[in-house]
């Protein structure tokens, strides 16, 4: 079992400390070492009922739950206090001179008293609790191994296109029908209906369907507490990039101005998911001009008032969605349990209509029960059990249907593991509709000690823990990577209702999000502070007295404070997460180093330039991430002793100093742009960090001093992003045998290059990037290299500059019979005026057989309209040879194109004149 659960509350890792505390490295008083030895064996005992508690968590009665939660609590306790003592003491040296164990001693004193005085308290307290004890009778269950997990391929099949969405074709037909009249006004349609009914994969089914007749689109979801500037910024990022490159200085108003203006004459289609209130309707509905071109707008909400809000304007009626019929709700349940071709066995015939009566018909909650199914036994018993365990079936009224949501979604939660249930709940701290980067999520979990190192690699064990929860459909995934590995994910509203009850019930997490909350909890371990101002004031108070026992602390409001609170004494603190405390100042963070046990640590702020040299004192540390705090100049020199730092991030301003970076041998993930001393940093990387190195997001000018050695080797190293550009590509890099992706900008390419990337054998993702203005070369990649490569990234366009130069042949690239026989996905972001005309009559796109997507982007920046017509005419031509494979072409800077090839030839004579007087000029000048 984990260091940390939601169960147990911290006593496995309790256990490991106190065993560690009566080591012979710890010189401890007589008595305090009897008591720690006291503890150490009841605590024991109380472990294992304690993890018999947690495996029939249902079942407890008051008694029970009541006995656990202060047994709980008191691991806490125990475990915050022996914490304090341990960083007070040090480990000290092995054998230390006399004059400096005297000091150590005299030093030590108070903290060897002062914890004498605790422990004999805190046993006081475990005596009480263990009397208690006797009182109990339960049952133990069983707790089953942890398994290598992977995505159920199932998950993906039955979204992937809306034939395979069960009782979906009708569903987008009829509101295809409804929206897509001959109306030119301005059309509202609500889709309405009780939560997980599957409004939101109608609207969204739909929006794929038919969103590319618009010259306007996007798709945004509303909150329960609504967010207008987030949403309208949302909207503006999807229909407009240069606005919305300007959004972040406007505010409410002008943002609904901008986003009326760009639509004004324009037609657009908008979904707008997950509508709660009708004045919130009211002000998004302000951003949408009422023009005459046709627009249209869905709106999805589980409220009727709502729905006929949104279409009193425009005269027609909610599209109500009813729950499925037996059939559909029969074929979405056995397809999530057997493949589809599958019929269900006869034994399990009966037992399954029980359960699909009792699911009435919602999506939502037969996906759910029926990914509960897939990952037990298929067994009569084992069916009948959990049909037996659901209750009664659902009401026809909204609440009843709630109520059965919640009942099916709190069977899936028991039967979690331990682990996977600590790591959900602490999914509760995330707003609603929260894009939650996975990455992070795994970090924080391993921070805080959900997760055993006795499974394997803790990034393994995490990510087995993501795939898991979207398995058994407790999470969604919202991006998904190449390899297969989830990017984000979010909480569906209801799994996030629940798991924020059972968090307070438990006492995991004190989630502020606007709640009107009139008593917090005596110790607060978990903060996730949402919205900060007058409704947080009451807050502030039961923070303060509680902040010694907080374990994370994380911020969302992305314009408020964080009001007297100062960052000091949050002696527990495993995570700070300021992401969203953009306000914050040097000030702010400059006791940073009295929360000695935290492990992860991210700061966004503008204010930021300095961080203090105390910093060097979280010796547990092992998540820095300062990737936005853009004015930050230089991280201090006491960086280097921060022993067990893993993963180290700053932004592309930050200068990291070289000396004693050896010293981080635990180094795994470094992003840096900038060193006092390049040279002397490769040599300490090369030193320390090569060894476990296994991403690196770097500069040229410090890539090129790590690779320029032919023989380097960083056998661990398996994503590698290099910003700004080569000269070329370096040859040290043909030894990473282990790189998995390569981002790289290169000046100059050629043959050798390409040879030096074709010879990496596990490189399945490469970004590669030339920004010199022309070549005149062909290169063919063959069968010898890139075998892996499932993702290929090829970006080659003009600069604004690129112009005074008019090239007379220019790049081309083709591909071998045989050649990247793993290739998926194929995208080129290409200029006109500096690839080759015959470009993609020679590319030979049909020697990639397994291509299923191919994506062009046609840059069209001062480019001649002829060639890019060219260029269209050309992937027409090779795309042809490609039917199976789903092709986009997109046009760039289509705007900044010229009007016609003679005005780009206009263009291109005065430059270069313009350009050879300059050069004229300047040999005059040096000649005199």
């Not at 256990?15 to 008083?29: F, V």
């Not at 009813?322 to 006869?346: E, N, Q």
């Not at 010229?898 to 350009?915: G, H, L, Q, Y």
Request: charged share 30%.
């Amino acid at each position: 079992m984990a260091g940390v659960g939601v169960g147990t509350g911290v006593m496995n890792s309790l256990l490991g400390k106190l065993t560690a505390l009566l080591s012979d490295e710890y010189n401890l008083l007589k008595s305090v070492r009897k008591e720690i030895q006291f503890l150490e064996r009841e605590l024991s005992g109380m472990r294992v009922l304690l993890e018999r508690l947690a495996d029939m968590e249902e079942k407890l009665d008051g008694l029970a739950k009541g006995w656990r939660d202060r047994v709980r609590d008191l691991s806490y306790d125990i475990e915050d206090c022996i914490d304090r003592f341990m960083d007070r003491l040090g480990s000290g040296d092995a054998k230390p001179k006399f004059m400096k164990r005297t000091a150590r001693r005299l030093k030590t004193l108070w903290a060897r008293h002062n914890i004498a005085t605790q422990i004999k308290e805190l046993k006081a307290r475990v005596v009480e609790e263990s009397e208690r004890r006797d009182r109990y009778k339960l049952d133990e269950s069983c707790y089953g191994p942890t398994k290598t997990v992977e995505i159920d391929p199932r998950i993906t099949s039955l979204h992937e296109e809306v034939k395979d969405l069960v009782a979906m074709d009708g569903r987008v037909k009829q509101v295809t029908a409804l929206l897509m009249d001959e109306s030119m006004e301005l059309k509202v349609l609500p889709i309405v209906g009780s939560g997980g009914l599957g409004k939101t994969t109608l609207a969204m089914e739909v929006y794929r369907k038919i969103g590319v007749d618009f010259q306007c689109r996007g798709f945004v979801s509303v909150s329960r507490t609504l967010d207008l500037e987030k949403l309208l910024k949302d909207i503006l990022s999807q229909i407009d990039k240069d606005a919305y490159g300007n959004s972040n200085r406007w505010e409410k108003e002008q943002l609904i101005r901008e986003t009326k203006q760009i639509l004004t004459g324009k037609r657009y289609f908008i979904v707008i998911d997950d509508v709660w209130k009708e004045q919130d309707w009211k002000l998004v509905k302000a951003a949408f001009p009422e023009n005459n071109n046709g627009s249209r707008i869905i709106a999805t909400t589980r409220i009727t008032g709502v729905a006929n809000q949104c279409c009193s304007n425009s005269g027609g009626q909610p599209y109500q969605m009813v729950p499925l019929d037996d059939d559909a709700s029969r074929k979405l349940f056995l397809k999530r349990i057997f493949s589809s071709d599958d019929p269900c066995p006869s034994e399990l015939e009966e037992v399954s209509t029980g359960i699909l009566r009792k699911c009435g018909g919602l999506p939502l909650a037969i996906s759910t029960f029926a990914s509960l199914l897939a990952n037990k036994p298929h067994k009569k018993d084992e069916w009948e059990r959990l049909q037996d365990s659901i209750g009664t079936g659902p009401s026809l009224d909204n609440d009843g249907n709630l109520k059965v949501m919640k009942d099916i979604l709190l069977l899936s939660y028991w039967d979690l593991p331990h682990h996977l249930k600590t790591c959900l709940l602490y999914l509760s701290i995330y707003p609603e509709d929260h894009k939650i980067k996975c990455k992070e999520l795994k970090w924080k979990w391993m921070a805080e000690g959900f997760l055993d190192r006795q499974w394997g690699r803790l990034d393994e064990v995490a990510e087995n823990c993501i795939n898991e929860l979207v398995n058994r459909n407790m999470i969604q995934s919202v991006d998904v990577h190449f390899n297969g590995t989830v990017k984000y994910c979010r909480v569906h509203d209801m799994v996030l209702d629940l798991i924020i009850s059972l968090s307070d019930e438990e006492n995991f997490a004190t989630v502020l999000n606007g709640r009107v909350c009139n008593q917090f909890p005596n110790k607060i371990r978990r903060l996730s502070m949402q919205f900060s101002g007058k409704e947080n004031n009451g807050a502030v108070f039961a923070i303060k007295e509680t902040k010694i026992y907080v374990r994370s602390l994380t911020t969302f409001s992305q314009f408020g404070q964080m009001p007297h609170i100062v960052l000091v004494d949050f002696h527990a603190l495993r995570v700070l997460d300021l992401a969203r405390c953009y306000w914050l100042k040097n000030k702010d963070v400059k006791h940073i180093g009295s929360s000695r046990q935290l492990r992860y640590l991210r700061i966004r702020s503008g204010e930021i330039t300095e961080l203090p040299d105390e910093i060097g004192k979280l010796q547990h540390l092992e998540t820095l991430d300062l990737r936005y705090c853009y004015f930050l100049l230089r991280l201090p020199s006491t960086v280097a002793q921060l022993r067990k730092l893993v993963r180290l991030f700053v932004s592309y301003g930050t200068q990291l100093p070289a000396s004693g970076f050896w010293s981080l041998q635990a180094l795994e993930e470094l992003r840096v742009r900038e060193t006092d001393d390049p040279v002397r940093f490769a040599e300490e990387v090369n030193e320390s960090g090569k060894c476990n190195l296994r991403y690196l997001h770097t500069s040229e000018q410090i890539a090129e001093r790590l690779f320029c050695n032919p023989c380097c080797t960083y056998p661990y190293l398996q994503v590698l992003k290099i910003q700004c550009g080569f000269g070329m590509v370096p040859r040290g890099m043909a030894s990473l045998k282990n790189l998995v992706k390569l981002c790289i900008n290169v000046k100059e390419f050629d043959y050798e290059g390409l040879q030096v990337l074709m010879g990496m054998p596990s490189l399945a993702n490469l970004e590669l990037d030339i920004i010199r203005v022309a070549i005149n070369e062909k290169l063919i990649i063959d069968s010898d290299g890139f075998k892996l490569l499932k993702v290929f990234r090829f970006h080659y366009t003009l600069f604004p500059n690129g112009i005074e130069v008019k090239p007379t042949g220019g790049l081309q690239l083709a591909f071998a019979p045989g050649a990247m026989p793993a290739l998926r996905c194929l995208r080129l972001d290409l200029s006109p005026m500096i690839v080759a005309s015959n470009f993609f009559a020679d590319l030979v796109v049909e020697h990639l057989p397994g291509l299923a997507q191919l994506e062009v982007e046609i840059d069209c920046y001062e480019a001649a309209p002829g060639r890019v017509k060219a260029m269209e005419c050309s992937i027409e031509k090779a795309t042809n040879l490609l039917p199976k494979c789903r092709i986009r072409v997109r046009k760039a800077f289509e705007r900044l194109m010229f009007k016609d090839d003679e005005e780009w030839e206009d263009v291109v004579t005065k430059r270069i004149s313009a350009k050879k007087g300059d050069q004229k000029n300047e040999r005059v000048t040096t000649k005199n």
